[in-house]
């Protein structure tokens, strides 16, 4: 009866599935609790396993995504952060990179830096880029400095001297001295070994600026599990789709930045391997945001770098510089802040905005009884989307006549339109932002959306859905089982997942093989010993290599995987080639009369689960059948209101069936507009098809 447990952890609601270890899954979906996300958790988790013969030990293991740390980021409420750096580099943070979001606008200002220039301390020592000491560290320096954060009265410290990546010793020197004053120390030569001051600085001051808030709220999530008699692991999804131990993500929060978006990428791929949907364009659209992200051949895309807090949240090679730079390595996801809790507004020049500001949990939607802001939810309700006596199978009433009014009061009167207008502009507004996410993994990177199904989940994905496919030309719309909860599935099928890296900067073709290949061995000999201490033996480590590429006297780099053997000469032409391949592909251009050169090697190494671990049975989804009910649905101007069934997974065929109709579940409601046919070709999996 023991049970793996995945819970992700929303703006708006806390998703938890229940994995038997005969594949058999049972779901929950509750309000989070912004005051504290760990109590939805443990009040979800001690409903379900009371049920169960051991209680609390019935858990074996809580895998955990969240967005804690984003959130600290985003709301500016992370640690009182100090950073020590070399002297004359005190502004880095400030200086940033030569990128802004938007050409034209004289008024854009960049993000504040997390932390106050008051407390950026600049220590006398300079290592060479070769590693060679150019001047000593000063530690009497290094004291004061130290002394002077304490009484400014700082959590957390950063610590990022220049070339540290080539030589740590003064950074471990000094970090040293600040573990012994501070709790929360994160030193760059950990965080981030490689080249660059304002990358590696500002992923470390990231890191410390979120570690306090990480720390805290694991230990309160493992404090509640005790106390339910549970000893069972936690571990944290990260960034790039792999797990982690609750121990490691408190001491690299940086590394879970992207923890719950990371998540329904990694379900979508597990799903389209099941289903045989190798080409996805994911599409998660929860309370607060919407996120997409691209599965290509079966597999997720990888980006070296992140931004967070910009108006488009990505990882991309064509970041801007309107958020804070993370250096890790993260699943390609684009976030706007669009979700069914986002709330309609009309700006100074009287235009219908949705977003980013959003009702969350509290006080929620109107319709939810508590608000009284319009929100998307609202509009659905008004135009017949969603149910409007309750959803979440009746455990979230639903007032409708509260979500209208406050369409009315709101948008619909001060714009002079009636009430069904005033919400189909909510719904268009709102399916305009969210297509900026899709555009930014796709047609951004060189690919095209018509050559995708689009793979929707989330509470809100599938109601928008075909619409949003419809305005990018995209045919074929996927609907997972447990659309609603799908993210957190994806936390019960990711193996646990560390990369490392080391700078190496060559010119390809005068590149020392024997040296690098000596790099990747010693970094595959560290992942062997550190995934040993987890538990993993030889037969169940993966290590896959890669370096990062780029043409001579760019500034930016694409990842490229490296030949699964020792390296040889011979290898630097299909290196070569690769980087220009994937150019072309990303940028729409290649240089090949330019040279190639090698900036950092880099391993990833995954540990995968035992043979015998429970997975997901997808047959077992839910087939409701709900025939014989319908109700009025308003699908725009060109087929107004309709009188539309109401049918359950289960009523749909694998021939299929026309629209219109709503397909309800517990945990979502999937609309099929009338020009669009809905089948059940593969058991759980609702295919939507249009002809273009």
């Given at each position: 009866m023991r049970v793996r447990i995945g819970a992700d952890v929303g703006g708006t609601f806390t998703d938890l599935i229940f994995l038997a270890a005969d594949g058999a899954v049972r779901v929950a979906k509750v309000l989070s609790t912004p005051e504290d996300y760990s109590l939805a958790i443990l009040d979800g988790v001690k409903a379900e396993c009371a049920?169960?013969?051991?209680?609390?030990?019935?858990?074996?293991?809580?895998?955990?995504?969240?967005?804690?740390?984003?959130?600290?980021?985003?709301?500016?409420?992370?640690?009182?952060?100090?950073l020590l750096t070399t002297a004359g580099f005190r502004d880095v943070l400030e200086i940033r990179r030569v990128r802004m979001p938007v050409l034209y606008n004289l008024h854009w200002e960049k993000p504040k830096p997390l932390v106050r220039r008051a407390l950026r301390y600049e220590i006398k020592e300079r290592v060479g880029a070769g590693g060679t000491v150019r001047e000593p560290l000063d530690l009497d320096d290094a004291k004061r400095a130290?002394?002077?954060?304490?009484?400014?009265?700082?959590?957390?410290?950063?610590?990022?001297?220049?070339?540290?990546y080539a030589n740590d010793a003064h950074e471990r020197a000094v970090g040293a001295l600040a573990n012994e004053a501070f709790e929360f120390?994160?030193?760059?030569?950990?965080?981030?070994?490689?080249?660059?001051?304002?990358?590696?600085?500002?992923?470390?001051?990231?890191?410390?600026?979120?570690?306090?808030?990480?720390?805290k709220y694991l230990d309160r999530l493992d404090e509640g599990l005790k106390e339910m008699g549970s000893s069972a692991p936690i571990?944290?999804?990260?960034?790039?789709?792999?797990?982690?131990?609750?121990?490691?993500?408190?001491?690299?929060?940086?590394?879970?930045?992207?923890?719950?978006?990371?998540?329904?990428?990694?379900?979508?791929?597990?799903?389209?391997?099941?289903?045989?949907?190798?080409?996805?364009?994911?599409?998660?659209?929860?309370?607060?945001?919407?996120?997409?992200?691209?599965?290509?051949?079966?597999?997720?895309?990888?980006?070296?770098?992140?931004?967070?807090?910009?108006?488009?949240?990505?990882?991309?090679?064509?970041?801007?510089?309107?958020?804070y730079l993370i250096r890790v390595p993260a699943i390609d996801v684009a976030e706007v802040g669009a979700g069914g809790g986002s709330i309609a507004w009309i700006d100074a020049g009287g235009a219908l905005r949705v977003g980013p500001e959003s009702a969350g949990a509290a006080p929620g939607p109107a319709c939810y009884g508590r608000g009284t802001q319009p929100t998307v939810t609202d509009a659905n309700v008004a135009l017949g989307f969603l149910n409007p006596e309750y959803l979440v199978g009746g455990d979230l009433r639903i007032d409708r006549a509260r979500a209208e009014t406050a369409i009315l009061e709101n948008i619909a009167k001060p714009l002079g339109i009636d009430l069904i207008a005033a919400a189909a502009g909510v719904h268009r507004v709102a399916n305009s932002t969210m297509q900026r996410a899709i555009r930014s993994v796709s047609i951004e990177r060189g690919r095209d959306p018509r050559d995708f199904a689009l793979i929707a989940f989330g509470g809100n994905g599938p109601v928008h859905a075909a619409g949003l496919a419809a305005e990018l030309d995209i045919t074929r719309v996927i609907v997972p089982p447990w659309p609603g909860l799908?993210?957190?599935?994806?936390?019960?099928?990711?193996?646990?997942?560390?990369?490392?890296?080391?700078?190496?900067?060559?010119?390809?073709?005068?590149?020392?093989?024997?040296?690098?290949?000596?790099?990747?061995?010693?970094?595959?000999?560290?992942?062997?010993?550190?995934?040993?201490a987890e538990g993993f033996g030889e037969d169940r480590l993966e290590l896959q290599r890669f370096a990062d590429l780029r043409y001579r006297q760019q500034i930016s780099e694409i990842m490229i995987p490296l030949p699964q053997r020792s390296l040889r000469t011979s290898d630097v032409a299909a290196l070569t080639e690769a980087l220009h391949r994937e150019h072309a592909a990303t940028f729409g251009y290649d240089t090949r009369d330019m040279?190639?050169?090698?900036?950092?090697?880099?391993?990833?190494?995954?540990?995968?689960?035992?043979?015998?671990?429970?997975?997901?049975?997808?047959?077992?989804?839910?087939?409701?059948?709900?025939?014989?009910?319908?109700?009025?649905?308003y699908f725009g101007t060109d087929h107004g209101t309709m009188l539309t069934p109401v049918i359950g997974r289960g009523d749909v065929e694998a021939k299929g069936m026309q629209g219109p109709a709503i397909i309800e579940e517990y945990d979502s409601t999937t609309i099929v507009p009338p020009d669009w046919k809905v089948a059940q070709p593969t058991a759980g999996f609702l295919e939507l098809e249009r002809k273009p």
């Open positions: 049920t169960l013969p051991q209680n609390g030990s019935s858990i074996a293991e809580l895998a955990h995504g969240t967005t804690v740390a984003t959130n600290a980021i985003l709301e500016r409420k992370g640690a009182r952060v100090g130290i002394a002077a954060l304490k009484e400014e009265g700082v959590e957390a410290v950063a610590i990022c001297f220049l070339h540290s120390v994160s030193m760059s030569c950990d965080v981030l070994p490689e080249m660059r001051e304002y990358e590696r600085t500002a992923t470390t001051v990231v890191d410390s600026y979120v570690k306090p808030v990480v720390q571990s944290v999804m990260q960034s790039n789709g792999g797990v982690i131990s609750a121990k490691l993500a408190a001491s690299q929060p940086v590394r879970i930045i992207e923890s719950g978006p990371a998540a329904g990428v990694v379900a979508a791929m597990a799903a389209g391997r099941h289903a045989n949907y190798p080409n996805l364009i994911t599409f998660d659209m929860g309370g607060t945001t919407a996120k997409a992200s691209i599965i290509e051949k079966g597999e997720m895309t990888l980006a070296a770098e992140y931004e967070v807090g910009g108006s488009v949240s990505q990882g991309s090679r064509l970041i801007k510089g309107g958020g799908f993210s957190a599935i994806g936390l019960l099928t990711s193996d646990v997942e560390q990369l490392y890296s080391q700078s190496l900067v060559s010119r390809l073709t005068k590149l020392d093989v024997a040296a690098a290949e000596n790099v990747l061995q010693s970094m595959e000999a560290r992942a062997r010993r550190e995934f040993a040279e190639v050169e090698i900036v950092a090697l880099k391993l990833r190494a995954r540990g995968l689960r035992e043979e015998n671990a429970a997975e997901i049975d997808w047959s077992r989804a839910p087939s409701d059948q709900r025939r014989g009910k319908s109700r009025p649905v």
